[in-house]
């Protein structure tokens, strides 16, 4: 499968826990970007890299979040100290470059107790 | 104000039927305008991109209209397959991200 790939599918953690969610982008694409949805809404942008550079968070990123994305390949999610607030499906899209079409990852379900 | 608005819906409509979903966007310096489709419980797949002069695929139909700001999506002769949730998209002007409607969820009947 050469698609976006996400793990773990589905994660339960208690309040105050860390999680990281990890990211592989189609081969070859530069742009990564990172989406959050919550039921009845459509995804929200969080944040976007450029090969390895960060180049735009959105202002849901709280300072509980940070993404990496080091050799310009795969890329991570954390969230520090989870909030039964973050429970949602966090999407994984990459595209050759910013023009392009975005091709979504299956989703990490975050669910936090 | 929500940059993209949709109509949730749900549309119940027999299989065989046409169906119109509409969709505005407030921000006049978008770029690019996509429908995407989202299973339950599924990542959003591109349907179809959307142009100024419409553009066809099969039984779907897309139209923009940048002086009103109005994107809309025909589907003829429904599908029981076409059941699903259809996001109203649109680029943001620096290419930067994709900005999501709420969706409107599609229900087709035998």
């Known amino acids: 499968d050469t698609g976006v790939s996400q793990d773990p599918r589905h994660k339960i953690t208690k309040r105050g826990q860390n999680v990281t969610f990890r990211c592989d982008p189609i081969s070859e694409h530069n742009r990564l970007y990172w989406y959050r949805q919550t039921l009845g809404q459509g995804p929200e942008f969080l944040t976007y890299?450029?090969?390895?550079?960060?180049?735009?968070k959105s202002r849901l990123l709280s300072d509980r979040f940070s993404a990496e994305r080091p050799k310009g390949s795969f890329s991570t999610l954390e969230i520090q100290r989870t909030e039964q607030g973050d429970s949602a499906m966090y999407l994984c899209?990459?595209?050759?470059?910013?023009?392009?079409?975005?091709?979504f990852g299956p989703g990490t379900r975050l669910t936090v107790l | 104000r929500k940059e993209v608005e949709q109509d949730p819906g749900p549309f119940n409509v027999p299989e065989g039927a046409t169906v119109a979903f509409n969709c505005t966007y407030s921000?006049?310096?978008?770029?690019?305008f996509f429908w995407y489709r989202q299973d339950c419980r599924k990542e959003p797949k591109l349907l179809m991109s959307?142009?100024?002069s419409g553009n066809e695929d099969g039984r779907f139909t897309a139209q923009l209209n940048r002086a009103s700001q109005y994107i809309s999506l025909l589907i003829r002769d429904s599908k029981l397959s076409d059941s699903a949730t259809y996001l109203c998209v649109v680029l943001s002007g620096g290419y930067n991200k994709l900005i999501f409607g709420a969706g409107t969820r599609l229900a087709v009947h035998p």
């Open positions: 899209a990459s595209s050759p470059s910013a023009a392009d079409t975005q091709y």
């Open positions: 921000n006049s310096a978008s770029q690019s």
């Open positions: 959307v142009y100024s």
């Open positions: 890299f450029q090969n390895e550079a960060q180049l735009e």
